[in-house]
């Protein structure tokens, strides 16, 4: 099975490709959708949806995993979050993906057994998991892989 994880966000959109077969999880790709600050809003989701359109036209996925959102102070942040979530939702649903959804709890409980575990932690473990000699960077990949991942493990 190919996922494709997603870290929801508007300035930084994290993605990672994962292959699972026979309870291994193997690196297709990974990285970020960068959109310039102080560009308008549109414009910004638009550029979302063309990259994530290219990325899902050239890895060819059979699920989306998306991160659910967790916002306790900033309203403003929160707000344009969800709406990079919506329109990448939306791309993988276009694409005829099915769509799971799981909360920073689920996510860090099905990658260290600890729902509490801290950014750090699950980095290691995306890259313990992967077999890889680094941590992917920036967060925001290392983060959509680890949905990629628990999409796996749930699915198994």
């Not at 959109?13 to 990974?30: R, Y």
């Not at 036209?57 to 102070?73: C, G, H, V, Y």
């Not at 409980?109 to 000699?133: F, P, R």
């Amino acid at each position: 099975m190919r996922i494709i994880g997603i870290d929801p966000g508007t300035g930084i959109l994290g993605f990672g490709v994962i292959d699972f077969a026979k309870n291994k999880s193997k690196l297709v790709t990974a990285g970020v959708i960068t959109t310039p600050a102080h560009t308008p809003l549109d414009e910004r989701l638009e550029e979302i949806f063309e990259g994530l359109t290219d990325i899902i036209a050239e890895t060819k996925p059979d699920a989306m995993s998306i991160e659910k959102l967790f916002f306790s102070q900033n309203i403003t942040t929160a707000i344009s979050v969800a709406q990079a979530r919506g329109v990448a939702m939306l791309t993988g649903r276009r694409a005829k993906l099915p769509i799971a959804e799981y909360t920073p709890q689920q996510i860090k409980q099905s990658l260290t057994g600890y729902g509490k575990a801290d950014k750090k932690q699950i980095q290691e473990m995306v890259k313990l998991q992967l077999g890889l000699s680094e941590v992917p960077k920036p967060d925001d990949c290392a983060d959509a892989l680890a949905a990629a991942i628990t999409h796996a493990y749930m699915n198994r």
